[in-house]
């Protein structure tokens, strides 16, 4: 009798069915979209003489991302959001944001000391209520835990949020 002669997919491309956002180590639950980003900061320089740019620097980054989801019935945060409404949690607390690849097991992106800049509710008819959340980042960082913004170009290193100027000195061997 002939069989099926099935074979699983070498899929190449990644989607959404295979990412996980947590934010701190909660799922969030129904998320719809995130994106996420970081604005570089460059800029050209210019100097008299020359329209053209002498030289282009990248001054201020900016990472950040933006956060949709299905608002949640309070049956549903109980299930899946550990019995929290997120938007009561966000004023005056900063988290972590990580994008999980649930077919790799790893973090892939881990947006860190992220704070909430905005919260918006949509409550259309006939269709689910949806929430989007804004937040900006401290840094960003790449599986192994490396910050992906660290371009070396800095005289200040600044490291975990609230160890600013940590193991900086200045020519007088004062440290801050």
Same mark, same amino acid.
């Given at each position: ?23 701190? @180590? ?28 002498? @030289? ?83 840094d960003v960082l790449d599986p192994n835990g490396d910050s992906i913004m660290d371009d070396g170009n800095n005289a200040l290193q600044v490291g975990a949020p609230g160890a600013i100027g940590a193991g900086v000195s200045n020519a007088l061997g004062l440290s801050a």
């Open positions: 009798m002939p069989g099926f002669a099935s074979t699983t997919s070498a899929l190449q491309v990644q989607n959404g069915n295979t990412v996980e956002i947590l934010l701190g @180590e909660v799922t969030i639950g129904f998320a719809q979209t995130t994106g996420h980003q970081i604005a570089m900061g460059t800029e050209q320089l210019y100097g008299i003489g020359s329209a053209k740019p002498q @030289e282009i620097q990248q001054l201020r980054m900016s990472p950040a991302f933006t956060l949709d989801s299905f608002a949640l019935t309070v049956a549903g945060q109980a299930l899946l959001q550990a019995g929290q409404n997120l938007s009561y949690l966000l004023a005056g607390n900063q988290y972590e944001m990580i994008v999980y690849d649930g077919a790799t097991q790893t973090a892939k992106y881990t947006y860190v000391g992220c704070k909430c800049g905005n919260f918006g509710e949509n409550i259309p008819a006939n269709a689910p209520v949806r929430d989007t959340y804004s937040f900006l980042a401290m």
